[in-house]
C-alpha cells in the first residue's frame, strides 16, 4: 500500500500580521488612554459639567476607541499611499 503525503503549503504569514496588529492597536492605546485623560482633565476646567463621574468613565471609555479608529484609518490611508494601490470608485 502506498502512502501519498499532501505538500505543505507555504505559510501566508496571517500570524505575523494578527500579532503585527495586536501590538500596533496596544500600543495606540496606550498613548491614547493618557492623552483622553489628559483632554478631560483641562476640558473640566473650562467646562464643569463634564466633572460628572459618569461622563468622566464614558470619556475615557469611547475616547481611546475613536482616537484608535481614526489612527488605523490614517494607518490604512499611509499604507495605500506608500505601496502604490489606488483604488478606482
Known sequence: MERRFR?????????GFLVATLVVTCLFLMLNVP????????????????AHPKVAQLTMLIGPLVLLMLEWCVVDTLVNRLSGESRSR
Open 7 to 15: 505538500k505543505r503549503n507555504k505559510p501566508s504569514g496571517v500570524g
Open 35 to 50: 492623552f483622553v485623560r489628559f483632554l478631560h482633565i483641562w476640558s473640566v476646567q473650562y467646562w464643569n459639567q463634564l
